[in-house]
Protein backbone atom coordinates (compact mmCIF):
# COMPACT_ATOMS: atom_id res chain seq x y z
CA UNK A 1 0.00 0.00 0.00
CA UNK A 2 1.39 3.72 -0.86
CA UNK A 3 -0.04 6.64 1.13
CA UNK A 4 0.57 10.20 0.85
CA UNK A 5 2.89 11.64 3.89
CA UNK A 6 3.57 14.93 4.83
CA UNK A 7 6.89 15.33 6.95
CA UNK A 8 8.37 17.48 9.71
CA UNK A 9 11.20 17.24 11.77
CA UNK A 10 9.73 17.33 15.33
CA UNK A 11 6.48 16.76 14.49
CA UNK A 12 6.53 13.62 12.45
CA UNK A 13 4.61 12.11 9.58
CA UNK A 14 1.14 12.97 8.95
CA UNK A 15 -0.90 10.87 6.55
CA UNK A 16 -3.30 12.27 3.77
CA UNK A 17 -7.28 11.35 4.27
CA UNK A 18 -9.21 12.17 1.24
CA UNK A 19 -12.64 11.57 2.24
CA UNK A 20 -12.36 14.76 4.64
CA UNK A 21 -9.11 16.36 2.36
CA UNK A 22 -7.46 16.34 5.74
CA UNK A 23 -4.13 14.49 7.32
CA UNK A 24 -4.11 12.61 9.84
CA UNK A 25 -1.22 11.14 12.14
CA UNK A 26 -3.27 7.63 12.85
CA UNK A 27 -1.90 5.38 9.61
CA UNK A 28 -5.21 3.71 10.10
CA UNK A 29 -7.06 6.63 9.16
CA UNK A 30 -5.57 7.14 5.95
CA UNK A 31 -6.12 6.64 2.17
CA UNK A 32 -4.43 3.76 0.66
CA UNK A 33 -3.75 3.33 -2.75
CA UNK A 34 -2.27 -0.26 -4.59
CA UNK A 35 0.59 1.72 -6.79
CA UNK A 36 3.18 4.39 -6.60
CA UNK A 37 1.75 5.80 -9.65
CA UNK A 38 -1.93 6.62 -8.14
CA UNK A 39 -0.43 8.04 -5.31
CA UNK A 40 1.63 10.50 -7.30
CA UNK A 41 -1.70 11.29 -9.46
CA UNK A 42 -2.89 12.08 -5.97
CA UNK A 43 -0.47 14.30 -5.05
CA UNK A 44 -0.43 15.78 -7.99
CA UNK A 45 -3.95 16.67 -7.60
CA UNK A 46 -2.94 18.24 -4.31
CA UNK A 47 -0.73 20.35 -5.85
CA UNK A 48 -3.24 21.56 -7.69
CA UNK A 49 -6.10 22.30 -6.19
CA UNK A 50 -3.89 23.92 -2.87
CA UNK A 51 -4.48 21.09 -1.01
CA UNK A 52 -0.74 21.40 -0.33
CA UNK A 53 -1.04 24.96 1.51
CA UNK A 54 -3.31 22.99 3.51
CA UNK A 55 -0.64 20.56 4.82
CA UNK A 56 1.82 23.72 4.83
CA UNK A 57 -0.84 24.90 7.46
CA UNK A 58 -0.94 21.87 9.11
CA UNK A 59 2.38 21.60 9.66
CA UNK A 60 2.55 25.03 11.15
CA UNK A 61 0.05 24.35 13.75
CA UNK A 62 1.63 20.72 14.50
CA UNK A 63 4.77 22.73 15.24
CA UNK A 64 3.01 24.96 17.39
CA UNK A 65 1.53 22.27 19.31
CA UNK A 66 4.63 20.87 19.92
CA UNK A 67 6.46 24.17 20.64
CA UNK A 68 3.84 24.28 23.31
CA UNK A 69 4.65 20.39 24.65
CA UNK A 70 8.01 21.90 24.55
CA UNK A 71 7.18 24.81 27.06
CA UNK A 72 5.29 22.42 29.33
CA UNK A 73 7.93 19.90 29.38
CA UNK A 74 10.37 22.73 30.25
CA UNK A 75 8.37 24.54 33.06
CA UNK A 76 8.34 20.73 34.45
CA UNK A 77 11.71 19.89 34.53
CA UNK A 78 12.29 23.50 36.06
CA UNK A 79 9.85 23.07 38.81
CA UNK A 80 11.28 19.10 39.71
CA UNK A 81 15.14 21.01 39.84
CA UNK A 82 13.85 23.48 42.22
CA UNK A 83 11.95 20.54 44.54
CA UNK A 84 15.18 19.04 44.44
CA UNK A 85 17.16 21.80 45.35
CA UNK A 86 14.96 22.46 47.99
CA UNK A 87 14.99 19.25 49.93
CA UNK A 88 18.92 18.88 49.25
CA UNK A 89 21.18 19.17 52.32
CA UNK A 90 22.71 22.62 52.71
CA UNK A 91 25.75 21.03 51.34
CA UNK A 92 24.30 20.35 48.35
CA UNK A 93 22.45 23.52 48.20
CA UNK A 94 25.28 26.33 48.41
CA UNK A 95 27.41 24.12 46.10
CA UNK A 96 24.70 24.03 42.93
CA UNK A 97 24.38 28.23 44.12
CA UNK A 98 27.67 28.73 44.24
CA UNK A 99 28.07 26.88 40.85
CA UNK A 100 25.76 29.04 39.32
CA UNK A 101 26.85 31.83 40.82
CA UNK A 102 30.79 32.28 39.86
CA UNK A 103 29.34 31.62 36.26
CA UNK A 104 26.86 34.65 36.32
CA UNK A 105 29.78 36.63 37.57
CA UNK A 106 32.56 34.96 35.24
CA UNK A 107 29.94 35.49 32.45
CA UNK A 108 31.25 39.03 31.41
CA UNK A 109 34.72 38.26 31.06
CA UNK A 110 34.00 34.74 29.54
CA UNK A 111 32.78 37.16 26.61
CA UNK A 112 35.82 39.24 26.74
CA UNK A 113 38.00 36.20 26.17
CA UNK A 114 35.52 35.01 23.61
CA UNK A 115 35.21 38.06 21.59
CA UNK A 116 38.78 38.00 21.67
CA UNK A 117 39.53 34.72 20.09
CA UNK A 118 37.17 35.68 17.59
CA UNK A 119 38.53 38.70 16.40
CA UNK A 120 42.13 36.94 16.11
CA UNK A 121 40.12 34.41 13.64
CA UNK A 122 38.65 36.91 11.54
CA UNK A 123 41.64 39.40 11.71
CA UNK A 124 45.09 38.36 11.75
CA UNK A 125 44.40 34.75 10.96
CA UNK A 126 41.96 35.33 8.14
CA UNK A 127 43.76 38.23 6.58
CA UNK A 128 47.05 36.40 6.59
CA UNK A 129 45.44 33.59 5.09
CA UNK A 130 44.15 35.92 2.41
CA UNK A 131 46.29 38.15 1.22
CA UNK A 132 48.43 34.76 0.76
CA UNK A 133 46.05 33.44 -1.38
CA UNK A 134 46.05 36.68 -3.33
CA UNK A 135 49.67 37.53 -3.51
CA UNK A 136 51.30 33.92 -3.15
CA UNK A 137 52.79 31.71 -5.89
CA UNK A 138 52.27 27.96 -4.67
CA UNK A 139 51.75 25.01 -6.13
CA UNK A 140 48.53 22.43 -6.18
CA UNK A 141 49.93 21.06 -2.74
CA UNK A 142 50.55 24.24 -1.10
CA UNK A 143 47.37 25.41 -1.74
CA UNK A 144 45.60 22.54 -0.54
CA UNK A 145 47.39 23.10 3.09
CA UNK A 146 46.34 26.99 2.68
CA UNK A 147 42.43 25.96 1.67
CA UNK A 148 42.76 23.21 4.97
CA UNK A 149 44.34 26.06 6.93
CA UNK A 150 41.58 28.53 6.29
CA UNK A 151 38.97 25.82 6.95
CA UNK A 152 40.33 25.41 9.98
CA UNK A 153 40.66 29.14 11.10
CA UNK A 154 36.96 29.45 10.12
CA UNK A 155 35.73 26.08 12.29
CA UNK A 156 37.51 27.31 15.09
CA UNK A 157 35.57 30.79 14.48
CA UNK A 158 32.02 28.78 14.50
CA UNK A 159 33.22 26.96 17.34
CA UNK A 160 33.81 30.59 19.68
CA UNK A 161 30.63 32.09 18.17
CA UNK A 162 28.38 29.23 19.14
CA UNK A 163 29.47 29.62 22.46
CA UNK A 164 29.35 33.41 22.26
CA UNK A 165 25.50 32.88 21.00
CA UNK A 166 24.93 30.50 23.92
CA UNK A 167 26.30 33.10 26.42
CA UNK A 168 24.51 36.16 24.86
CA UNK A 169 20.87 34.12 25.29
CA UNK A 170 21.44 34.49 29.19
CA UNK A 171 22.63 38.06 29.27
CA UNK A 172 21.69 41.41 28.40
CA UNK A 173 24.53 44.18 28.39
CA UNK A 174 22.96 47.61 28.48
CA UNK A 175 24.73 50.60 26.90
CA UNK A 176 26.54 51.45 30.08
CA UNK A 177 28.25 48.19 29.52
CA UNK A 178 27.17 46.56 32.44
CA UNK A 179 25.87 42.88 32.02
CA UNK A 180 22.59 41.55 33.46
CA UNK A 181 20.43 38.52 33.37
CA UNK A 182 17.22 37.48 34.69
CA UNK A 183 15.43 34.00 35.11
CA UNK A 184 13.20 34.81 31.91
CA UNK A 185 16.61 35.16 30.28
CA UNK A 186 17.56 31.92 31.37
CA UNK A 187 14.54 30.20 30.40
CA UNK A 188 15.14 31.18 27.09
CA UNK A 189 18.46 29.88 26.98
CA UNK A 190 17.40 26.60 28.13
CA UNK A 191 15.04 26.74 25.22
CA UNK A 192 17.31 27.86 22.27
CA UNK A 193 20.51 25.93 23.45
CA UNK A 194 19.36 23.33 21.20
CA UNK A 195 19.48 25.32 18.63
CA UNK A 196 23.12 25.32 18.30
CA UNK A 197 23.66 21.99 17.91
CA UNK A 198 21.37 21.75 14.60
CA UNK A 199 23.07 21.50 11.30
CA UNK A 200 24.07 24.34 9.55
CA UNK A 201 23.05 25.68 6.46
CA UNK A 202 24.75 28.69 4.01
CA UNK A 203 22.36 30.25 1.65
CA UNK A 204 25.13 32.17 -1.30
CA UNK A 205 24.40 36.10 -1.47
CA UNK A 206 26.30 35.69 -4.48
CA UNK A 207 24.63 33.65 -7.18
CA UNK A 208 27.62 33.12 -9.62
CA UNK A 209 29.03 31.31 -6.72
CA UNK A 210 26.36 29.85 -5.07
CA UNK A 211 26.18 28.48 -8.95
CA UNK A 212 29.86 27.35 -8.87
CA UNK A 213 30.24 25.90 -5.35
CA UNK A 214 26.69 24.65 -3.97
CA UNK A 215 26.62 21.25 -4.05
CA UNK A 216 30.04 21.25 -2.60
CA UNK A 217 28.65 22.22 0.72
CA UNK A 218 25.97 19.04 0.82
CA UNK A 219 29.24 16.90 0.89
CA UNK A 220 30.65 14.75 3.51
CA UNK A 221 33.55 16.06 5.35
CA UNK A 222 36.72 14.93 3.50
CA UNK A 223 38.20 12.68 6.12
CA UNK A 224 41.92 11.91 4.10
CA UNK A 225 44.05 13.54 1.65
CA UNK A 226 43.47 10.61 -0.21
CA UNK A 227 39.83 10.98 -0.50
CA UNK A 228 40.28 14.91 -1.10
CA UNK A 229 42.44 13.70 -4.10
CA UNK A 230 39.88 11.00 -5.21
CA UNK A 231 37.07 13.27 -5.10
CA UNK A 232 39.50 16.43 -6.98
CA UNK A 233 40.03 13.82 -9.90
CA UNK A 234 36.19 13.15 -10.29
CA UNK A 235 35.79 17.13 -11.67
Same mark, same amino acid.
Request: charged share 30%.
Given at each position: ???????????????????? #??????????? %??????????? +??? +??????????????? %????????? *?????????????? *???????????????????????????? !???????????????? !??????????????????????????????????????????????????????????????????? !??????????? #???? *??????????????????????????
Amino acid at each position: MTYVIVKNEGTGARYYRRKD #NNFTKDLMLAS %KWDTLNRAEEI +LAE +LNKTGAQELAIEETA %KLKQQVKQE *QVVKKDTELREYAH *QLLAAKDQAFYAELERVSRFLAASPYLL !DEITAKISQEDGTVLQ !DLLHTIELGDYRAHEGLALLKDLRASRKKRRYYKDRQQAVNYLLTKANTGQVTTTSDKAQVALTKLG !DLQAERNYNYR #NSGL *QAKYAKLLGKQTVQSWVQLFTRLRKY
